[in-house]
């Protein structure tokens, strides 16, 4: 299993990844879920990959692959370039889904597409199994795949538009570290990558181990907070609520 979480504020787009793949507890690898596509001055687009391994490495592949007239780096919008990924996608299922269907596996796969194009603003889009998409809006600027639930209700409460770039950097890394807690399928490291609005380039992608520093202090600090919150919230009076049940 995995866990991807992508945000998109005003300043930008914060994507975050997991590392692990399990495929029984005696199976356990670790690969990178997190792609990069750039062309600087002109496009960032990243995307980031949950499901079956063999499906998302081959939608990779295809997309890497591409001639350039259908790279999504010659994309004219963002909009396009996740066209792009869902076409890779249902080739892929062209491909394999008979075969998977004889060996009763599912065709698994989830994709996150996020960046800027010159000429528009920052999209972020979630990419489905069957190849189609939606689109990150105001009222709902974040997408998860994976193993979602643990990591949720921090983005519900802190990610809105106007989330500074650092805020949602911090938010990200507690909604991972609270699906790390509770999940063992998904560990360390982590990939980040921030991207900041208009840079059409790529400056701060960084692998997050176990000893870094900041992630230590978020999930020490996190974990504090809420202990410390828990305690001071008022005391439930069981005796006020005794009750008789009839006779």
């Known amino acids: 299993m995995t866990y991807c979480v992508a945000t998109k504020v005003q300043d930008g ?9 399990n495929a029984g507890i005696d199976q356990v690898s670790t690969f990178r879920k997190t792609t990069l596509f750039q062309r ?11 499901g079956n391994l063999a499906i998302t490495q081959s939608v990779q592949e295809i997309l890497r692959t591409a001639p350039e007239e259908s790279s999504v780096l010659s994309a004219g919008n963002m909009f396009e370039a996740a066209s792009r990924v869902g076409a890779a996608v249902r080739e892929v299922y062209a491909r394999d889904d008979e075969v998977f269907k ?34 990150a809006q105001a009222e709902s600027p974040y997408f998860q795949i994976g193993e979602a639930k643990y990591g949720k209700p921090i983005l ?7 989330t500074s770039l650092d805020d949602a950097v911090k938010c990200a890394l507690i909604s991972m570290d609270s699906t790390l807690k509770s999940n063992i399928s998904v560990g360390l490291p982590l990939d980040l ?23 230590m202090a978020v999930r020490s ?26 006779s």
Not at 221 to 246: K, V
Request: glycine fraction near 8%; hydrophobic fraction near 40%.
């Open 102 to 135: 004889a060996m009763g596996i599912d065709f698994n796969c989830s994709f996150i597409l996020g960046g800027q194009i010159k000429g528009e603003g920052c999209r972020l889009f979630h990419i489905y199994a069957a190849g189609n998409f939606i689109e």
């Open 156 to 162: 519900d409460r802190v990610i809105e538009p106007e």
């Open 221 to 246: 600090g996190w974990s504090e907070r809420i202990r410390e919150a828990f305690q001071t919230m008022p005391p439930i009076n069981l005796e006020s609520r005794r009750y008789s049940s009839a």
């Open 40 to 50: 600087e001055g002109e496009c960032v687009v990243v995307l980031m990959s949950a």
């Open 193 to 215: 990558l921030v991207y900041q609005v208009n840079d059409l380039s790529v400056k701060y992608h960084v692998s997050i181990a176990e000893d870094d520093p900041y992630f």
């Open 13 to 21: 787009l914060v994507f975050l990844s997991d590392s692990r793949t």
